[in-house]
């Protein structure tokens, strides 16, 4: 299909360049900064964020990108029920496909190996394969050295008196938040707060339900219908995010999956590809092949739905696009035993439905956060066609 002109690309006073400037307009402090993003390396979203964060990086001065990918849990048998267990061998092969790629995306980022995530909930027999989907990918690209930071490496970039803010986001498992701050010990949590608190930007979390709607999660067994998939992996980082957040005053941007679901949804690849990518047939390099393959599947029909992205220009816009993004303030709810359960309940809708009810049962009040309940789609599709475009240019051959 042909792809119409929208406001946003016609207008001459949106710029999507200059929302990868995270200093224009004086949105973060002054100093260095490091962005420490939650890497996903199954969904397409996961790669296009990252491949974003690189521009991010190239077009913000003293600014240092850093993803941080926790090893998930695998295995091969599809027909195992047991889903605790953990194949360590084949992880490897997880992590060095997931790795290479992030590392042809992200030259320049720091690529940092989490620990494992504590849970998973996916059957063997559904849990998408990234050597067998994704490894085919890489061959005829250039080998890369993934080079993974350790932990404790990130944890000293922290501490160091060069970095003055910090910023974080959940657009995936945060499993290696935890182990992080351990590391940190207790001052050293503190630096960690003042810098986060700095960067004058939110801790963006791409998670959530709304109390006022029956949850739309994949129902499986054992898993709480209100717990979002980037939460649910490893309860005990989202516990320390919370935490950290509210001692040490950092605001909360939720973009939930009822959000997403209405703001950005495609029917299949051929649509991505033309609409938020902004290819054409035979354009494209691996972000391409990443996008076909995973919105390729049979599942995703009529429901490719980006997820991530949403998450992301949550990120670029806030405070700086009134007009583009709409955020409200809603009352968190987070599960006393499952912090992976955040329920949003708008306050101007005090009703005390069967759903609302049901969606707060065993949960306690956190506090007032802010969540994302618009962003302008043109918007959304002009700043994925720049950070894909400026991404090509800057990753091509010889560059």
């Not at 600014?63 to 048998?77: G, N, Q, S, T, Y």
């Not at 679901?261 to 390099?285: P, S, T």
Request: proline share 5%; with cysteine.
């Amino acid at each position: 299909m042909k792809q119409k002109d929208t406001e946003a690309d016609r207008s001459p006073s949106f710029d999507p360049a200059k929302f990868f400037d995270l200093r224009e307009r004086g949105n973060i402090s002054n100093g260095a900064c490091l962005y420490i993003q939650a890497g996903d390396t199954s969904d397409f979203d996961g790669y296009l964020i990252a491949a974003a964060g690189e521009v991010l990086q190239l077009r913000t001065k003293q600014f240092d990108f850093v993803i941080a990918v926790p090893e998930r849990r695998v295995w091969l048998d599809k027909n195992e029920n047991d889903l605790t267990k953990h194949d360590p061998v084949y992880s490897e092969e997880v992590m060095a496909t997931g790795g290479a790629i992030l590392r042809h995306l992200c030259p320049r980022a720091c690529l940092v190996r989490g620990p494992l995530n504590q849970r998973n909930v996916i059957p063997w027999r559904m849990m998408f394969n990234e050597p067998e989907k994704y490894g085919p990918l890489l061959q005829g690209l250039k080998p890369v050295n993934v080079q993974w930071t350790a932990l404790k490496t990130l944890a000293d970039r922290i501490l160091s008196p060069q970095v003055h803010s910090v910023m974080l986001d959940m657009n995936g498992s945060v499993g290696y938040l935890d182990s992080l701050v351990k590391m940190l010990d207790r001052d050293g949590e503190q630096v960690l707060g003042n810098k986060l608190r700095a960067s004058r930007l939110p801790i963006v979390i791409m998670a959530g339900v709304q109390a006022e709607v029956v949850p739309q999660t994949l129902p499986l067994p054992g898993r709480d219908p209100r717990s979002t998939s980037n939460a649910i992996y490893h309860a005990d980082g989202v516990r320390v995010l919370l935490r950290l957040a509210k001692q040490y005053s950092v605001p909360l941007l939720f973009v939930t999956n009822n959000v997403c679901n209405q703001l950005l949804k495609f029917q299949d690849a051929g649509e991505v590809l033309e609409q938020l990518l902004g290819l054409r047939e035979g354009e494209g390099g691996l972000l391409r092949k990443i996008s076909d393959t995973w919105f390729g599947m049979a599942h995703l029909k009529g429901k490719c739905v980006p997820f991530d992205w949403v998450a992301f220009a949550a990120m670029l816009l806030y405070n700086r696009a009134p007009t583009a993004m709409k955020v409200v303030q809603q009352e968190l709810w987070v599960a006393s035993k499952d912090p992976s359960v955040l329920v949003l309940r708008d306050t101007s809708n005090q009703t005390q439905s069967d759903v609302v009810m049901k969606n707060l049962e065993g949960t306690e009040l956190y506090g007032m956060v802010s969540t994302v309940s618009y962003i302008d789609h043109a918007v959304m599709l002009a700043l994925a066609k720049y950070a894909v475009a400026t991404h090509s240019n800057y990753t091509a051959p010889g560059k």
